[in-house]
């Protein structure tokens, strides 16, 4: 007999114009790590909702440990044992890990006052249990690193003695070591009798650490599958609802003459004497772990941060840059990573957002021209098949997919002779990552120059002609087209073959 | 060595630097000890009763404040609620209703400027800096009108005695207004740190959207908090009507900026999750030793609000620099 925790069985959710969820079903069993895939916008956080009480379903039937349950509230779903990690984290900043970890329930005396002795004393136990020996539990939660702020979210969830705990992309501003950690504390718990909803975009987590996996699509149940038995393409095929062969465009453009150099460009402690040169037509790749100065390398050639010494060339002419203006003026394009906050005006429309990007260009006697903006942000619409009825939609309603193309569009709209690209693909579904590689490759292959940071192996190894490692400020290795090999990149990133470096 | 030396010392001091209070408290002692060489008459019970006295009110109004910005709602409303209530209070005693029940007329009309304040920021979801400046101006305006624009005076002298003959809280021995500050400020302090209602202030501030999530009545605490302020606000002016014998049109003006600037001084964040009772008791002491200083050396007073201005400008840019060091 199988021995089902939760069941969801023909749940519908409509909102205003959209049908969330139809009919709806999903199992979880017992002691499992069940893995809920789909793309953006297929009804995964909808279905998470309403299994965490934050939404009611308009019908259906949800069944915890056997019993019919209607989930009032997030405090009432955590009451009866099912504890939610959302994506975006919620923790306290300026109050201490302990504080976080139990918020309201801390213990108290027999006076009602908050007993802090006992709270920090119970907070130490718990983050022993789970072998964080070295946090302090005393410390503000904001001097956290975002990976150990996610743990203590995950603590703090467990604290609840959920049987049920749903971890919402927990992994997507996490290093690859914190993903590691992640994974040891979700068998833990697995261990101990807690089963746990994972939901994730990075199918490699889930081959690592789950034994089933659903697959949604457009709100309806599509399948569910023992992971041991499936083959990455297969949940990708499910996924999408046709077959992906992923064409990420390594080594198809032609490279010509040298764009950029860099010599012995050093940052503070992050950046030291790193050198390296970028050809017409080319992505070069940068490799390497969280903090090994990946993203203050773009940052620095975007003018940014200012190098304290060192060379750069641009076109063999020796440039200084004291501000992104100066290098959006020289033809550089820098796409952040965190589009939501750095990037995109998330709250004005897709048309203002390319206004914003090209104002310069599209004022005319001092009179800004909405309707050349209207236009502009028209032709994007359709050259890189962003998918809304409206330009004059706000970006904020995109899906994540949708938002980086629009984030693309603006930058590539003005022609940048060498555009600079931080985390291209993160948070984003398998169809629209295609489109994105395409839309690169594309790019450079009408003479331009990429330099493309990536924590996602498939595609750093995939989309660039030439990589170039770094580990800790430093670059340890270079390796072309063809040499590439995933083992190769892990050592030249974790600095363990920093004696036998790789040439050219 | 010498390096390794001075980078300790700097450690040490910029870690001091970081705790707001600390930082406050030599400022006061500082100037504490600098006035007892230069002045004989600072370190004289007189005085000190003067400087309580200059606090007192601010205190009483800053208290369950600070607890209101720490969760990110301000208020604006106070000195004109001070005012209003107050002149509630004298009218009704001029009306020669008894004292018990003028003074309960001007609490509850606070309790009602809070209450209104909770029902614009809650209900109406106005952003509450613009909510209370509308009270703010709103109940200035009531306040000026409900007296014709002219001094409440006459007072039945037992009204006058609660504070200026100490009758109020006069078993605990100390003048009324310092009492009344000391306890208010013990009893916030305690709330704060030990009643979980109040404590999720630090929550609410820090993080509104998953305060809700985890369970807390941000709704009910907001209430809860805007009528405790207004409160306060209208035993403050109760207490001051009392001590002056009359209650002048100009009575809260510019409470609430001098209270909201000791407040910020004192590490209080506008953006919320931060701040002490303990730090708002320093920022209200440093402010009434400098007006203190002033008086006693003869200067223009109205160098108070140039220093106090520079010194709550300085100590926000302190905290923006450890922020951005430590990031």
């Not at chain 1, 409509?14 to 789909?38: N, Q, S, Y």
């Not at chain 2, 100490?166 to 030990?194: C, D, E, H, R, W």
């Not at chain 2, 004192?266 to 303990?278: D, P």
Request: aromatic share 6%; with cysteine.
């Amino acid at each position: 007999m199988e021995d089902v925790i939760l069941n969801v069985r023909g749940v519908n959710k409509e909102f205003p114009g959209v049908k969330a969820l139809d009919d709806m079903h999903f199992t979880l069993r017992r002691g499992e790590i069940h893995a809920l895939l789909g793309e953006n916008g297929a009804g995964k956080s909808t279905l998470m909702n309403v299994l965490s009480g934050a939404y009611t379903p308009d019908s259906g039937e949800i069944t915890l440990d056997g019993e019919a349950v209607r989930f009032r509230n997030p405090m009432d779903a955590e009451k009866k044992g099912v504890s939610i990690v959302h994506q975006e984290l919620a923790a306290f900043g300026s109050s201490t890990v302990g504080e976080n970890i139990f918020t309201t329930r801390a213990p108290r005396n027999a006076l009602g006052m908050i007993d802090y002795a006992k709270m920090y004393k119970q907070a130490r136990a718990l983050l022993d249990e789970y072998g964080f020996t070295d946090v302090n539990e005393r410390r503000l939660m904001r001097r956290l690193s975002v990976g150990r702020q996610q743990i203590v979210e995950i603590l703090r969830a467990v604290s609840k003695d959920a049987k049920v705990l749903i971890l919402d992309e927990p992994t997507s501003a996490l290093t690859e070591k914190e993903t590691d950690i992640l994974m040891q504390i979700m068998r833990d718990l697995n261990q101990r009798g807690v089963s746990i909803v994972y939901i994730s975009h990075r199918l490699e987590e889930v081959f690592r650490i789950c034994d089933t996996a659903t697959i949604m699509r457009d709100g309806r149940y599509i399948v569910t599958r023992p992971v041991a038995e499936s083959s990455r393409d297969e949940l990708v095929r499910y996924m999408v609802g046709r077959d992906v062969v992923h064409q990420y465009g390594a080594g198809t453009s032609q490279v010509g003459s040298e764009l950029l150099r860099l010599e012995n460009v050093s940052y503070k402690k992050t950046l030291r004497g790193v050198s390296l040169t970028l050809h017409k037509g080319e992505v070069l790749g940068l490799a390497g772990l969280e903090g090994a100065g990946r993203t203050e390398l773009l940052e620095v050639l975007f003018g940014v941060l200012r190098p304290e010494s060192g060379r750069v060339l641009l076109d063999g002419k020796e440039v200084h840059f004291h501000s992104p203006s100066d290098a959006k003026a020289a033809g550089l394009a820098f796409i952040t990573k965190d589009r939501k906050n750095r990037g995109l005006f998330l709250r004005k429309s897709i048309s203002d957002n390319y206004l914003a990007a090209n104002l310069d260009r599209l004022t005319r006697r001092g009179f800004t021209q909405f309707k050349m903006a209207r236009k502009g942000a028209e032709e994007y619409k359709e050259r890189f098949n962003i998918r809304t009825p409206d330009v004059k939609k706000r970006v904020m309603k995109l899906s994540g997919g949708n938002q980086q193309k629009v984030l693309l569009s603006m930058w590539v709209s003005r022609q940048p002779r060498i555009l600079l690209i931080d985390e291209p693909t993160r948070g984003i579904d398998v169809g629209t990552k295609e489109s994105i590689h395409q839309l690169i490759r594309q790019y450079a292959k009408s003479g331009m120059g990429v330099i493309m940071v990536s924590s996602d192996m498939p595609e750093l190894i995939g989309a660039s002609d030439r990589i170039v490692a770094l580990y800790e400020g430093e670059v340890t290795g270079e390796l072309a087209l063809g040499a590439v090999t995933e083992e190769k990149i892990m050592a030249l990133t974790s600095g363990i073959t920093l004696s036998e470096r790789v040439s050219e | 060595m010498t390096t390794q030396k001075t980078g300790g010392v700097r450690h040490v001091i910029s870690r001091i630097f970081e705790i707001r209070e600390i930082v406050i408290l030599l400022l006061v002692l500082l100037l504490g000890v600098f006035m007892s060489i230069r002045s004989p008459q600072f370190l004289t019970a007189r005085n000190f009763q003067v400087v309580g006295n200059y606090m007192a009110t601010d205190m009483i109004i800053g208290a369950f404040l600070t607890i209101s910005l720490i969760a990110g709602n301000t208020d604006f409303s106070v000195g004109s609620n001070m005012g209003c209530s107050a002149f509630v209070c004298g009218l009704l005693l001029n009306g020669g209703f008894s004292i018990p029940l003028a003074i309960l007329g001007g609490l509850v009309t606070g309790v009602v400027i809070g209450l209104i304040n909770a029902f614009c920021v809650v209900r109406l979801k106005v952003l509450p800096m613009i909510a209370t400046m509308g009270t703010w101006m709103a109940f200035k305006g009531v306040g000026l009108m409900i007296i014709n624009s002219s001094t409440l005076s006459n007072f039945p002298r037992d009204f006058k005695a609660l504070v200026q003959e100490n009758q109020f809280l006069g078993f605990l021995g100390l003048p009324s207004l310092l009492a009344s500050m000391l306890i208010i400020t013990a009893v916030t302090a305690f709330l704060l740190k030990y009643v979980s209602f109040f404590h999720q202030a630090y929550f609410i501030g820090s993080n509104p959207e998953s305060a809700k999530l985890s369970g807390i009545n941000v709704k009910r605490f907001t209430f809860v908090l805007y009528m405790l302020i207004g409160l306060c606000a209208a035993f403050a002016g109760v207490l001051a009507i009392s001590r002056y014998g009359s209650a002048p049109a100009s009575l809260g003006q510019g409470v609430e900026f001098r209270v909201i600037s000791a407040l910020l001084i004192g590490g209080v964040s506008l953006n919320g999750g931060e701040g002490s009772i303990l730090g708002t008791f320093l920022g209200i002491l440093l402010m009434a030793l400098i007006a203190n200083a002033l008086t006693l050396f003869g200067i223009d007073t109205n160098l108070q609000n140039v220093l106090i201005g520079s010194i709550m400008v300085v100590s926000v840019a302190i905290d923006e620099a450890n922020r951005r060091r430590q990031n």
